[in-house]
């Protein structure tokens, strides 16, 4: 079956080709206007996004201060995980899940609804659970988004099918490329994860994508791009060997997360069935007794992840619980089937794993950071089975070159050692339990 599948896709990425070619011969102006809009629709959906999801988060935490978090956090948890559930159930059922395999189905040749309705719903339905507790990223979201934006901007102008199949996945790209400030990271996945393809009239369209996006939404931010983290790294020969097995742990370690989010996702799709509001309700209710009973740190996953990578003061019980509680709560949200990405909590797990093992004796305590970030890479890689990707994303942290090399190691050690276990990624095999769920 996979390998049917696989040629099915290359006959289809010819057949693409051919057509894209034609297009660009007689309606270039066309294109033209469909990449420029993909790429500004991708950045405004994605940023709007964001500073959503700020906006609540602050909201959340501002009251943290005039009450108890386990008044608080189970209320907004309970509260924002039903409306979310209920715009999702009754506007656009097709904005349920992550946003990735989504695309992916579309592109697979399945039913997906590509519209802008799916969109809008994803983009108000995934600020409200995000912003509510659910330990879930925006970058999941931004590629559905994104993916809609483009097909409805080419079914306006008119464009041929096969056309508007790039151009979705290319407008998944742009979303990725938006939410990290990584245009070669978005350009990279669209290729990687979603096309499967690597022809050069393809890759031209994508990656012109990908930095408009990037662009417009560095614009829309202010107009500078600065890196998260300014981070010194070091990196020598010894490093190579401890790096592949750092590389090859996270790698189990992905895998086994992967088989986490598949089978609590399978388990809410049999316990709750068609209930959908009532799941993402008494998920969100989970979610937020569960994180009142943690420190402040648990609140938000934004300065969760910058206490990590920055080490600021840490105590190493910190990331071990990380890893304890965000594997376990990133699949309950999963579960619930909430709009959100799970590219933001595998970097956390990554990171947090870096810190712990770059932490032991027998690494020097100037590579610790250099750990963390190759963990992130390596996590994303070993779940995802996208190492160029992984490795991007990380450098988009930092823009500082000399990680992308370590970075890259571990990737691929994961990336190997994960595909041992199943060749398939989490998204590719989320597209049957996502795709086929109808509540």
């Not at 659910?134 to 590629?143: M, N, Q, R, T, W």
């Amino acid at each position: 079956m996979g390998n049917f599948l696989k040629e099915n896709i290359r006959k289809t990425g010819n057949e693409s080709a051919k057509s894209i070619k034609k297009l660009l011969r007689q309606r270039w102006f066309v294109v033209v206007i469909a990449l420029l809009l993909t790429g500004l629709g991708a950045s405004i959906t994605s940023v709007s996004f964001k500073t959503g999801i700020y906006f609540i988060n602050n909201w959340r935490l501002n009251l943290l201060d005039k009450f108890p978090p386990f008044i608080v956090l189970p209320l907004f948890g309970l509260v924002g995980g039903g409306l979310s559930g209920f715009l999702i159930k009754n506007f656009a059922p097709a904005a349920k899940g992550s946003g990735v395999s989504q695309i992916m189905g579309f592109l697979r040749h399945k039913q997906v609804p590509m519209n802008l309705k799916v969109g809008l719903i994803k983009l108000i339905s995934g600020i409200i659970a995000i912003g509510s507790g659910f330990p879930l990223g925006p970058e999941g979201p931004s590629v559905q988004m994104g993916g809609s934006v483009a097909w409805q901007m080419a079914k306006w102008l008119r464009a041929p099918v096969a056309f508007r199949r790039v151009i979705v996945a290319a407008g998944g790209g742009a979303g990725i490329a938006a939410v990290f400030s990584a245009p070669l990271g978005g350009f990279v996945y669209a290729i990687e994860e979603l096309l499967n393809s690597a022809r050069p009239v393809i890759l031209l369209l994508v990656i012109i994508t990908t930095f408009i996006a990037d662009s417009s939404a560095i614009f829309l931010k202010g107009g500078i791009d600065e890196p998260t983290y300014k981070i010194e790294f070091l990196f020598s020969s010894l490093d190579f060997i401890r790096l592949i097995l750092l590389g090859g742990f996270i790698g189990i370690i992905a895998e086994l997360y992967s088989k986490y989010i598949l089978m609590m996702q399978n388990f809410g799709k049999r316990l709750y069935k068609n209930k959908f509001v009532l799941k993402m309700s008494i998920c969100g209710f989970i979610l937020g007794s569960i994180y009142s009973i943690l420190g402040d740190e648990f609140h938000y996953l934004d300065n969760l992840k910058t206490i990590i990578v920055t080490q600021s003061d840490i105590d190493i019980r910190l990331p071990i619980i990380t890893v304890f509680v965000l594997f376990i709560t990133s699949g309950l949200a999963a579960a619930s089937g909430a709009p959100g990405g799970l590219f933001y909590p595998m970097l956390i797990l990554g990171g947090a794993i870096g810190l712990i093992l770059g932490s032991s004796s027998w690494i020097p305590e100037t590579a610790i950071s250099t750990y963390i970030f190759a963990g992130m890479g390596a996590f994303v890689a070993g779940c995802s089975r996208t190492p160029i990707t992984a490795m991007f994303l990380a450098f988009a942290l930092t823009k500082n070159l000399l990680i992308m090399k370590p970075v890259l190691i571990s990737c691929i050690a994961s990336f190997l050692i994960a595909r041992v276990f199943n060749e398939e990624s989490i998204y590719e095999r989320q597209i049957q339990i996502e795709l086929d769920e109808h509540d």
